[in-house]
């Protein structure tokens, strides 16, 4: 799980261009909108996309469902990780 964690963390840099931040940087818990990581609707769009991309992970984007899944890293991570079980 730390290997999806940090997977998730470098997908987060690179599909959003943060190159002044290192996976190290980002806290796991911490909310990635607003507070936190500070991002916005347009990231959201964009980490959907790249996920989609890298684990297949299909999801509507104006669900409840999926906001709580981008409510954190461990949130998102929690959720790639049950996709791949299946």
Known sequence: MLQL?????????????????????????????????GLDSIDALELGLALQKKYGLSMSADSEQTRQHFSSVNALVAFVAGHQAQ
């Open 5 to 37: 964690e940090q997977d998730i963390k470098e997908l987060i840099i690179a599909s959003l261009a943060l190159e002044d931040l290192a996976p190290q940087d980002i806290d796991s818990a911490a909310p990635l909108f607003v507070d936190g990581l």
